[in-house]
């Protein structure tokens, strides 16, 4: 099956500083999701994005299909912004397929 | 964006009982929903696929007479999971999709459920 791996596993910044995640996948897709984990568990769509780019106020997310990879962009990072982003793919005709996600720490 | 609903957020039960999961769709209709489960720091695993109004589509390793899906509409899909035992202990998330529209098999994700079997 595909495989998606995201990076780094662990990242922890300073509030006010920006950020970039990465998400490699190994075959071409048809969806691709960011998702936000919040400490309560909650997943939080973030972006739909299987290609191009799209920007949500201080994120933003590009697709780079033909390479398959994926980057999120966290600008001015916030203490809320901490949890975990799982990136994850619908290859064809398949199901969401998860990667391990990025535990993002961001100090007051 | 869409809402998926979970109920209940929390549930404990004592090991043999069995707990029933709740999972709906507020503002669309979902033919498709998805059952997982996730450990502690760990990504989300695939438990099975459920179609309304037919059977549900369970991933390999996974008991579908432990854990029993009903679809039975287009907005509630339940999980029961039956003589629960301390290892069914988890965090148990739903997921409904959007068949079509703009973004096509966009999933929406509930708040999850955390059975705790003592």
């Known amino acids: 099956g595909i495989q998606v791996e995201q990076s780094p596993p662990d990242l922890i910044l300073q509030e006010g500083a920006n950020s970039t995640l990465r998400c490699n996948f190994s075959d071409s897709v048809n969806n691709l999701q960011w998702f936000h984990q919040n400490p309560w568990g909650q997943l939080i769509n973030l972006f739909y994005?299987?290609?191009g780019t799209k920007q949500n106020g201080r994120l933003s997310a590009t697709t780079v299909a033909t390479e398959r990879y994926s980057l999120l962009y966290i600008s001015s990072s916030q203490t809320t912004d901490s949890g975990v982003y799982f990136c994850?793919?619908?290859?064809?005709?398949?199901?969401?397929?998860f990667g391990e996600g990025t535990q993002l720490t961001v100090n007051p | 964006g869409a809402v998926v609903s979970q109920h209940p957020s929390r549930v404990i039960c004592k090991s043999g009982t069995s707990v029933k999961i709740e999972c709906r769709s507020l503002d669309f209709q979902a033919t498709t929903m998805f059952w997982y489960r996730q450990f502690p720091k760990q990504s989300l695993m695939l438990m099975a696929t459920s179609n309304e109004g037919s059977k549900a589509t369970y991933e390999q390793g996974v008991e579908k007479d432990k854990f029993l899906i009903n679809h039975a509409s287009l907005t509630l899909s339940t999980l029961t999971v039956t003589s629960a035992h301390p290892e069914d202990s988890s965090f148990y998330i739903c997921?409904?999709?959007?068949?079509?529209?703009?973004?096509?098999?966009?999933?929406?994700f509930g708040p999850g459920t955390r059975l705790t079997v003592t």
């Open positions: 997921s409904a999709r959007v068949e079509a529209g703009p973004r096509p098999y966009e999933q929406y």
């Open positions: 994850a793919v619908i290859p064809s005709g398949s199901r969401l397929t």
């Open positions: 994005i299987p290609s």
